[in-house]
């Protein structure tokens, strides 16, 4: 079965035509070809897919692209304007914060949830933002730097 959804990406409102069950990650990567999202486990544990859905983090690998109907979609591209890194992408590299980059598009969403939420979390705090996602290289030290000093550069 076939529906269609409005909602806006990146500022961008779209309406599409979509199937019952396809999934937030595969509309985003496959059909408008933000392939910035990265798929990771598939089943919402790793954090590599992690959008923002009105301002939330959310794992599109196991959202249904239905439910982001009359919504605002942010992704890793939108953090980049205007040809410029943000505060938070300079940030991640000043502090090496990032090796492979798999996990970072999800690392940065998360990050950007909290710090707009919050723009002086508290170690803690960035921690628990972060729980949701999974980093295999830096073993979170440098991320959690990045993020603490994103705001005081």
């Known amino acids: 079965m076939k529906h269609k959804i409005r909602f806006k990406i990146n500022g961008k409102n779209i309406t599409l035509e979509i199937k019952s ?3 937030l990650l595969d509309l985003l990567r496959n059909r408008l070809g ?18 923002l859905v009105n301002g939330e983090p959310v794992n599109s690998c196991i959202l249904l692209a239905i439910k ?16 410029s890194l ?27 949830a909290l710090l707009d939420r919050n723009p002086n979390p508290s170690k803690e705090e960035i921690k628990v933002a972060l729980s ?3 980093c295999r290289c830096t ?3 440098k991320i959690i730097e990045a993020i ?3 705001n005081k550069n």
């Open 21 to 23: 069950n396809e999934l």
């Open 148 to 150: 603490q000093n994103v």
């Open 86 to 112: 943000s505060k938070l992408q300079k940030a991640f590299i000043k502090y090496g914060a990032l090796q492979c980059g798999f996990c970072g598009p999800g690392m940065l969403m998360s990050a950007k």
């Open 68 to 83: 982001v109907d009359g919504k605002e979609i942010t992704t890793i591209e939108d953090l980049k304007k205007e040809g």
């Open 34 to 51: 933000l392939k910035g999202t990265k798929k990771g486990c598939g089943t919402g544990e790793c954090g590599a897919c992690t959008v």
């Open 132 to 134: 949701g996602n999974l």
């Open 139 to 141: 073993g979170y030290a």
